[in-house]
Each structure stands twice: as C-alpha cells, then as structure tokens.
C-alpha cells in the first residue's frame, strides 16, 4: 500500500524559507512521478511542482518558478520541496501525491507546459500547514 506523509510546513515571516518533505513507503522513488499541491482556505488544490523521476523532468507553476525547487532522494524515499522567498499568498495546506499516469506522458506535459491536475494523482498525504506571515 502506498502512503505518503508530509511535514516540514510552519510559520515563517514573508521572505523566509521552509523545506518541505513527503517520505513514500510502498513505492520505488526511481519509478515514480511525485506531485506538490497546496489548497489555501476558499482555493481549489493547485499544482505546484512535480518531479519525474525516469528523466528528471521537473514542473513548476507559474507562482513558484524561480522560489521554490522540488528535488528527491532515493535513499530516504523522500521528495523535498524547497520554497524560497516565501510570500503571504503561498500560505496554504500543501500536499504530496503519486503521479498516476505514465511517467512519459508526463513528461510531456511538462515539456508542452500543462498544469498539473488533481485528477491525475492518488495516494495523497495528510497535508502539512504553511503559513507566511508577518
């Protein structure tokens, strides 16, 4: 059974930096696309990130790109998500979750620049709360 557990999330002031962790047990990292989603109060879930792990392919949204930075370690069976000058509407619940379609396809996504959809990905964790704020 698949099961991912995130932590890391917290309180830090507007410009700060947090790194997030989804530990994966019941998987094998190197056969496997792992996303981050975050759901701020009133939101729907978004797509942040993804990392597939066939080519490295990595997916970024728009909001992120340049602050934040999704990487993994195999070892740990661990995706981080490291997240950089922190703003006030980056305050949300973030989860981690398991790419359900082909690692080819996507990677093509990626490559086209598709957002990630929360249709396309199982075995979400628990969440992990951040909040950025003064």
């Known amino acids: 059974q698949v099961q991912l557990v995130e932590s890391g999330g917290g309180l830090v002031q507007p410009g700060g930096s947090l790194r997030l962790s989804c530990a994966a047990s019941?998987?094998?990292?190197?056969?496997?696309?792992i996303g981050w989603f975050r759901q701020a109060p009133g939101k729907e879930r978004e797509g942040v990130s993804c990392l597939v792990s066939s080519d490295n392919s990595t997916y970024y949204a728009d909001s992120v790109k340049g602050r934040f930075t999704i990487s993994r370690d195999n070892a740990k069976s661990t995706i981080y998500l490291q997240m950089n000058s922190l703003k006030p509407e980056d305050t949300a619940v973030y989860y981690c979750?398991?790419?359900?379609?082909?690692?080819?396809?996507?990677?093509?996504?990626?490559?086209?620049?598709?957002?990630?959809?929360?249709?396309?990905?199982?075995?979400w964790g628990q969440g992990t709360q951040v909040t950025v704020s003064s």
């Open positions: 979750a398991v790419d359900r379609i082909p690692m080819g396809a996507r990677a093509a996504k990626i490559r086209l620049g598709e957002a990630l959809s929360t249709e396309d990905f199982a075995a």
């Open positions: 019941g998987l094998v990292l190197d056969y496997s696309a």
